[in-house]
């Protein structure tokens, strides 16, 4: 009986602790701080599944093929300093040009973050899924594709009629400075796609093939590059790739976030 009776209260004492910790972890996030993870939360836009053909065979090394996604949901603009400022002080990292915000050109709380190598792109999207307890990565290269086609719509730009309107200029139409959702958004609700900044995807560079379904080739292989997706192109942003070593610290690189779960998030 003594023998049990200790058990139970070590029992006891063990849940107390548990309850404890939870409630230290969960009040390390001041009020803003909870609102700037609730807003990224809300941001996520439902992408329904399919098939559709991946590529365009008049771009370089993106010929065509097909593939197949589950559903997933992504972030509607890329990520902004002031999320990824609170994902560097929370992880003890030291804040980027702090000096900048609101003083130098897109340096803004509210403009998509830049200065992030591929692993830390990845790290801030598996970190910001803890804190909301979904299975949030960057995006493959397939689901970014997917979703800047407006699910595979053969469209060369992610815009809300799928061109680029006027003369070209960096200053009027895509500045990589301006803040997130400066411009419309394409008919699934996503903005920056097409302009912004380019972005990191989970995938290294590879060969396509197909048919595949649900492709992804995240393997960290520190003799690939990864790829790069949304270059601003008079032409097929939405199928131009490009490459860069995820070691790579790049003063125009961002990123969003993926979350894969085959149902909204809510």
């Known amino acids: 009986m003594a023998n049990k009776s200790i058990v139970t209260i070590l029992k006891r004492i063990s849940v107390t602790l548990c309850m404890i910790t939870y409630i230290n972890c969960t009040s ?139 003369s070209y200029t960096v200053k009027r139409n895509y500045d990589l400075n301006k803040k997130v959702g400066s411009f419309a958004p394409n008919p699934l609700g996503i903005y920056d796609m097409s302009g912004g900044r380019p972005e990191w995807t989970n995938d290294y560079m590879w060969a396509y093939e197909g048919p595949v379904t649900d492709p992804r080739f995240d393997t960290i292989d520190l003799n690939k590059e990864k790829v790069v997706r949304g270059f601003h192109n008079l032409y097929n942003s939405t199928y131009l790739r490009g490459s860069r070593d995820p070691n790579l610290i790049d003063g125009n690189i961002g990123f969003r976030c993926a979350c894969n779960k085959e149902t909204p998030v809510n």
Request: hydrophobic share 30%; glycine share 6%; charged share 25%.
């Open 28 to 166: 390390q996030l001041s009020k803003e701080e909870q609102q700037i993870i609730n807003q990224a939360k809300e941001n996520f836009v439902f992408v329904e599944g399919g098939t559709f053909i991946m590529g365009e065979n008049n771009t370089p090394i993106a010929p065509e093929h097909e593939v197949t996604l589950s559903s997933y949901s992504i972030s509607k603009y890329e990520t902004t300093w002031k999320e990824y400022d609170l994902f560097r002080k929370k992880n003890g990292l030291e804040i980027m040009a702090p000096d900048y915000r609101d003083t130098v050109e897109g340096y803004c709380d509210s403009c998509p973050a830049k200065k992030a190598s591929w692993y830390t792109a990845k790290e801030y999207c598996q970190w910001l899924g803890k804190q909301l307890n979904l299975p949030l990565d960057l995006p493959t290269e397939a689901q970014w594709e997917f979703a800047a086609r407006s699910r595979g719509k053969n469209v060369f730009h992610a815009t809300d009629n799928g061109k680029i309107v006027g």
